[in-house]
C-alpha cells in the first residue's frame, strides 16, 4: 500500500530517524551537492552536480593508519580505522544515480569484495525521487541507457513530487522501516493521489527528448582500436578529466601515503583515466600517451569492457559529463559517431577488396 508525506513534515520525518545519518542536496553556489540534512530538499533540484556516490565511495578515504616507533625511523602500529555504525539514509538520490550505485555494488564485489565501499551500502536506506524534467540544458537521456526517471532499480523507496506531498512506495524491507520510524509523518495514499503520481512519470517520459541507440556500439569498438577516429573526436579535450570526476559509476581510485609528525595514514583519492600520468608505468612507458588514447579508453570502458566484464553497460545516461564538459565533447555524438566510421571502414574495405579482384 502506497503512503504520502507532506513536504512540511519531512523535517519531522528526518528528527525520528535519530539512528541514521542523513543525506541530502543542498543548493551551493549554484549548484546542488549532497550534504547531511535535517529537512527536505530544495525546490528547484532537479540533479546534483557530483553525483551522490561519494557518500558510499568518498573523494578522499582513509584506509590505514599508522606511527613511527620510538626510534622515529620505522613504522609500526598499522591499523584500519574504526568503521561508524550508524545507518545511512540517501534522501532525493535521482533514479539514474541511484541505479549507477547498483553498478558500483557489482564492481566492487566482482573479483575482491572491497570492505570500505561495501560497509557504507550495507549501512545505508536510498530513497529515490522520480524526476520531474530532464537536467538543466536537457542533456540527460536514461532511457536510452535501460534506465527511466521513474525506474527504482537500486531505491529502497521511491518519492514522487505531487506539488505540496510526495506520493511514497517503500520498495523494500529497508524502505518499510522508513515508513515504521516515521509513523504519523506518513498518511495513507488515495486513488487521486496514485493517479496524479502516474501523470508526474509519464510527463517525466516525454520530457527526456535526447535518445541514443547503443545497439552495434560494442561491435563498432571492437574494430576501431587503431582507427584515426579517435584522433578527430579527441582533438578538443583538455584532459581535465570532468567528464569522469562527474560521472555516478565511474570509479577509478590512486593510493597514496600521507605522513606528518610521525603519524600516517593511507588514503585513496578519486582518480582519472583522463590525466596523462594515470597510466603511466614506473619504468616510464605510458601505454596511453595522448589524449586520443585516453579519450578512446574511456569509451571502450563504457560500452565494451565493463559490458564483457560485469555484463552491463558503464553509462546510465545522467548526462553530467555532456553538461558539464568545457569544450562541448558529447559522449553520444562520440558512440554513435563510431558506428558510421566503422561502417565507413567496412564499406572502403570491400571497395578496395573489390577493386582488387
Known sequence: ???????????????????????????????????????????????????????????????????KDGTGHRFVGAREPERAARKILLLGGRPCDVRAATFLDRLFTWDYIDPYY??????????????????????????????????????????TDLGDSYYVEALTPKGEAILSAGGDAFGKAGKKDAGAAKEVKAAADERITRRFDREGVAAALECLFDDPYWDTVSEPCLG?????????????????????????????????????????????????????????????HKFLYIDRNLGIVGCVGCGRCIANCPVNIDIIEVAEGTKTCAEARREGAGADAKGAA
Open 240 to 300: 581535465c578529466g570532468i567528464c569522469t570526476l562527474l560521472c555516478p559509476t565511474c570509479h577509478c581510485f590512486d593510493i597514496n601515503d600521507v605522513v606528518r609528525k610521525g603519524e600516517g595514514r593511507r588514503e585513496r583519492t578519486w582518480d582519472t583515466c583522463q590525466a596523462a600520468y594515470y597510466s603511466l608505468h614506473a619504468s616510464g612507458h605510458n601505454p596511453r600517451p595522448g589524449k586520443k588514447h585516453r579519450q578512446r579508453n574511456r569509451l571502450y
Open 1 to 67: 500500500m502506497a503512503n504520502t508525506i507532506r513536504k512540511d513534515r519531512i523535517a519531522q520525518l528526518v528528527s525520528r530517524l535519530t539512528d541514521y545519518d542523513v543525506y541530502g542536496p543542498v543548493e551551493e553556489d549554484g549548484v546542488f551537492l549532497y550534504r547531511r540534512v535535517t529537512g527536505p530538499p530544495p525546490p528547484g533540484f532537479t540533479n546534483s552536480r557530483v553525483p551522490p556516490k561519494s557518500i558510499f565511495f568518498p573523494q578522499t578515504e582513509t584506509m590505514m593508519e599508522f606511527e
Open 118 to 159: 561495501v560497509d557504507k551500502r550495507e549501512r545505508a536506506t536510498v530513497i529515490s525521487f522520480t524526476c520531474t524534467g530532464p537536467m538543466p540544458n536537457e542533456q540527460c537521456f536514461c532511457p536510452s541507457m535501460d534506465g527511466s526517471p521513474s525506474g527504482t532499480e537500486g531505491a529502497d523507496m521511491l518519492w
